[in-house]
C-alpha cells in the first residue's frame, strides 16, 4: 500500500501526466454523458467548447482565473449566438466578420491574457460556423459551446487548487533547463579546433538558445508577479521567485565574455586550460538541468562534490599559465577573470539550498522587487490599443491581413457553395500567421496532418463501426491533439482531424465529410499564403533596421548603467534589471528575427551574410558588457573611470547617432593597452574593466558599419528602406 501510494504521489509530480488526465477527463465527459443522455448531437457543440477553453487557458492567481473564465464564456457565448444570428445575412455576416476579427486581435495588445481569450473566441466563431445548421434553436449551439467551456474549467480550477503552484514551478524548470542549454551552447566557443565558420555556427548557436531562455524568463517572471500580487505570503512563490533572480544572476555571468574566444582558442589550442573551462560550462549546464528535475520532483538539489575537484584542477593549471610567463598577462588575467565568475555560478548553485538562503527568503519583501506591467486603467488600455493603431504595428497589420483572408475565404463559400466550406475559414485562421517563416512551416505541417488524419479517421469508422468504440477514439484524439499541438504541430493536425470526422459521424456523414476537408484545408492553406505574400507582407528583412536600432540602443542604455554603478558602487535593484532585461530582450528579438531571414523569398544573399555577422557581434559585443556588469563594483581609480566614460561616449556616438569616433588620434586604445600592460596585479577589478573596455573598443567600427549597412540598404519595392 505504501509503494502503491509513493507511486501515485509520483504520478502526481509529472506535469504532462496530470494535464493527460485532466483532458481524459473533459473530452470523456462531452463525449460520454451526451451518450447515456441519448442526445449525442450535442457532443460535437460540447467537445468543440473544450478544445476552444482549452486553447484560451491560461495560468494566473485564483481571483484572476475566475474573472478570466467569466471573461472567455461571455466572449464565447457573444460571439456564437453573433453567428447565430447573422449568418442567414450575408452582407451583415462578412461585415461583422471583419470588424470582429480585426477587434479580437487587437485586443491582444493588452496583453497575452486578453490575447489568449481573444483568440479562443475567434476560434470559436467559427466553430459556431460549423454547426449552425445543428440545432434549430438559436440558443442551443451557443449554450452547448459555453457549456463544454465551463466544463473544461471546471477541471482546470479543481486542478489548479489542488496543485496551486504546478504550473509556476514547471516553468521554473524549463527555464533551468534552458539555461542548462544555453551553458552548453556557451561550453562549445571554447573548443580549440574551431575555424572561422564553426566558431560563427557556435555563436549563432549561443545567441539562439540566449533567445529561448529570455523567452522563457519573461513568461516566468509574468507567473511571479501575478501570483506575488495575490498571496504575498506563500513561501512557495517566495522560493520560486529566489531561483528565479538566481538564474538570472548565472545568466548574466554565463553570457559574460572576458576575451576573444577565437583568438584564445589559436593561443591555448595545445594547452588543456580551454578544455578545463569547457568540461565546467558543461557541468554547470547539467548541474542547472538537474536543479531542473529537482523542482519538479520538489526534491532537495544537491550540488555534485566533483566541481570542488574541477575548480581546484583549473585553479592550479591558471597559475602553472601565470608562473611559466610564456602568455600575454593581460589573457591570463582576462582567464582568471573567467575562472572567478564560473566560481560565482557555482557559489549560486551550491548555496541554492542552503538554511542561510532559505531564512533569506522568508525575510526579504522579493515580492517588491519585480516590476508591474499590468494595465492600471482605462487610460492605460487607450494608450495601449492607440500604440497599435497604425501600419507599423505587426499586431495591427496581422489583424488587417487575417480579417481580408477570411473574407475571401467567406466569399468562396458563397459564390460557389462548397460543401463544409467553413473549415476554410478554420484552416486559414489556424495557419495564418504573423510573420511569412511561422506561416510557410505551419501550412505544409497542416496538409500533412490533415492527410494523414483523414486516412486514420476513415479507418477507425470503418474498422470500429461501435459508437462507443468510437467515442473512445474521440476522447484519445482530443487528449493527444492537446499533447501535441505545441510539439507536433502535423500529428496534432491529424488527431484533431480524426475528431472533427468521428463528430461529423455521429450524423453519418463522415465519409461525405473527408474530401471536402481535404479540399476546404487546401484552399485555406492557400489563402494563408497569399495572405502573408501579398497582403500588408511582414517580410522580416523590412523590421531589421528598427529591431538593430533598439538592440543597440538597450545596449548602450544597459552599459550607461554599468558605467554609473561603478561611479556610484554596486546596486541589482530594479532599474538595473530593467535596463539588463530590456538589453537581452531585444537581443533576442533580433536573433529570432534574423534566425527567419532564409526561408523569405526576397532576402538578398549578402544581405543574409551581413546580418548573420551582425548577429554574432551583436551579442558579443552584450557579453562583454554583461562582464562590466558580472564584476560591477564601486572603482576608486578617477582615471579608470574618466576611460569609462569616454568609452561609453564613443560607443553611443558610433552607434546610435552614426557618429565615427577618431579612435586613433584620441589614442582611446593605445591608452587602455598601456593601462593593461602596467597596472598592478594586484588591482583586478581595473584590470577587467580595461579589458573589457578594449574588447569593446576593437569591435565598434566593425559593428558600427555592420549597423548603418544593414539600416539603410534594406530596399522595399525598389526604394530604400531607412530605419527610423
Not at 704 to 723: H, I, N
Request: with cysteine; proline share 2%.
Amino acid at each position: 500500500m505504501n509503494s502503491w501510494l509513493i507511486r501515485l504521489k509520483q504520478a502526481t509530480y509529472n506535469t504532462t501526466f496530470m494535464y493527460n488526465v485532466r483532458m481524459l477527463i473533459a473530452f470523456a465527459g462531452t463525449a460520454f454523458v451526451p451518450y447515456w443522455l441519448d442526445y449525442q448531437l450535442a457532443t460535437i457543440p460540447l467537445t468543440l467548447g473544450v478544445v476552444a477553453a482549452g486553447i484560451s487557458d491560461i495560468d494566473d492567481r485564483f481571483s484572476v482565473r475566475m474573472m478570466n473564465l467569466i471573461y472567455t464564456y461571455i466572449g464565447f457565448f457573444i460571439t456564437a449566438v453573433s453567428v447565430q444570428f447573422l449568418f442567414p445575412y450575408p452582407i451583415a455576416f462578412a461585415i461583422g466578420l471583419i470588424t470582429s476579427c480585426i477587434g479580437w486581435i487587437l485586443l491582444g495588445s493588452l496583453g497575452r491574457r486578453y490575447a489568449t481569450i481573444a483568440y479562443g473566441c475567434l476560434v470559436v466563431s467559427v466553430y459556431s460556423m460549423l454547426g449552425v445548421h445543428l440545432f434549430e434553436q438559436w440558443y442551443m449551439q451557443p449554450a452547448l459551446l459555453v457549456a463544454g467551456a465551463a466544463w473544461y474549467g471546471l477541471i482546470s480550477t479543481i486542478s489548479f487548487l489542488l496543485f496551486p503552484v504546478r504550473q509556476l514551478q514547471d516553468q521554473l524548470a524549463a527555464s533551468y533547463r534552458a539555461l542548462g542549454s544555453f551553458l552548453f551552447a556557451k561550453a562549445n566557443v571554447f573548443d580549440v579546433d574551431m575555424t572561422a565558420s564553426s566558431y560563427q555556427q557556435s555563436m549563432i548557436d549561443v545567441a539562439l538558445e540566449n533567445s529561448k531562455l529570455i523567452t522563457l524568463f519573461n513568461h516566468l517572471r509574468i507567473a511571479l508577479l501575478t501570483r506575488l500580487k495575490g498571496d504575498r505570503g506563500q513561501k512557495d512563490t517566495r522560493r520560486s521567485l529566489h531561483y528565479y533572480f538566481v538564474a538570472q544572476d548565472i545568466h548574466e555571468r554565463a553570457d559574460s565574455a572576458h576575451i576573444d574566444y577565437q583568438k584564445l582558442a589559436k593561443l591555448f589550442q595545445h594547452s588543456d586550460i580551454l578544455f578545463r573551462f569547457q568540461r565546467l560550462l558543461t557541468l554547470q549546464g547539467k548541474a542547472c538541468q538537474d536543479l531542473a528535475q529537482s523542482i519538479l520532483s520538489q526534491s532537495p538539489y544537491v550540488h555534485h562534490k566533483r566541481f570542488k575537484h574541477s575548480f581546484e584542477n583549473l585553479r592550479l593549471s591558471l597559475e602553472k599559465l601565470r608562473d611559466d610567463g610564456l602568455y600575454d598577462q593581460v589573457r591570463i588575467n582576462a582567464l582568471f577573470a573567467l575562472y572567478q565568475n564560473l566560481k560565482s555560478i557555482d557559489a549560486q548553485l551550491q548555496n541554492l539550498e542552503t538554511e542561510r538562503n532559505l531564512k533569506l527568503i522568508n525575510t526579504q519583501q522579493l515580492e517588491n522587487q519585480l516590476r508591474d506591467d499590468d494595465l492600471k486603467g482605462w487610460n492605460d488600455i487607450l494608450v495601449r490599443v492607440k500604440q497599435h493603431l497604425s501600419p507599423e504595428s505587426v499586431l495591427f497589420r496581422h489583424a488587417v491581413r487575417l480579417s481580408i483572408v477570411l473574407f475571401i475565404g467567406y466569399l468562396i463559400i458563397q459564390l460557389t457553395n462548397i460543401a463544409y466550406g467553413y473549415w476554410i475559414l478554420l484552416t486559414a485562421l489556424f495557419v495564418c500567421q504573423p510573420n511569412f517563416n511561422a506561416t510557410k512551416r505551419r501550412l505544409y505541417l497542416r496538409i500533412i496532418g490533415t492527410l494523414l488524419g483523414i486516412m486514420l479517421g476513415l479507418s477507425v469508422i470503418y474498422f470500429i463501426p461501435s459508437l462507443e468504440g468510437q467515442l473512445l477514439i474521440l476522447v484519445l484524439s482530443g487528449v493527444l491533439f492537446f499533447e501535441l499541438r505545441s510539439k507536433q504541430y502535423a500529428q496534432a493536425t491529424a488527431f484533431m482531424t480524426i475528431l472533427a470526422l468521428i463528430s461529423f459521424n455521429l450524423d453519418g456523414s463522415a465519409f461525405a465529410a473527408s474530401i471536402p476537408r481535404l479540399v476546404d484545408t487546401l484552399i485555406g492553406c492557400a489563402l494563408a499564403w497569399f495572405g502573408v505574400s501579398f497582403i500588408w507582407p511582414d517580410w522580416q528583412f523590412r523590421r531589421l533596421p528598427r529591431t538593430i536600432q533598439r538592440t543597440l540602443q538597450a545596449q548602450c542604455v544597459y552599459l550607461a548603467e554599468v558605467v554609473q554603478q561603478y561611479h556610484l558602487g554596486r546596486n541589482n535593484a530594479l532599474n538595473y534589471r530593467i535596463v539588463r532585461r530590456a538589453a537581452h530582450n531585444s537581443d533576442a528579438e533580433v536573433a529570432s528575427l534574423i534566425s527567419t531571414l532564409a526561408t523569405e523569398p526576397n532576402i538578398d544573399a549578402t544581405q543574409k551574410t551581413l546580418s548573420f555577422e551582425f548577429l554574432c557581434l551583436s551579442h558579443t559585443f552584450l557579453s562583454y558588457i554583461a562582464a562590466l556588469g558580472a564584476h560591477r563594483e564601486q572603482m576608486q581609480d578617477q582615471d579608470v573611470l574618466a576611460l569609462l566614460d569616454h568609452a561609453l561616449d564613443d560607443i553611443q556616438g558610433a552607434l546610435l547617432r552614426d557618429e565615427v569616433p577618431d579612435l586613433t588620434a584620441q589614442n582611446m586604445l593605445h591608452a587602455i593597452r598601456q593601462r593593461l600592460n602596467h597596472q598592478d596585479q594586484d588591482e583586478q577589478q581595473g584590470l577587467i574593466i580595461l579589458q573589457q573596455l578594449s574588447l569593446m573598443l576593437n569591435v565598434l567600427p566593425r559593428l558600427s558599419m555592420l549597423k548603418q549597412s544593414l539600416s539603410y540598404e534594406v530596399q522595399e519595392d525598389g526604394t530604400e528602406f531607412a530605419s527610423l
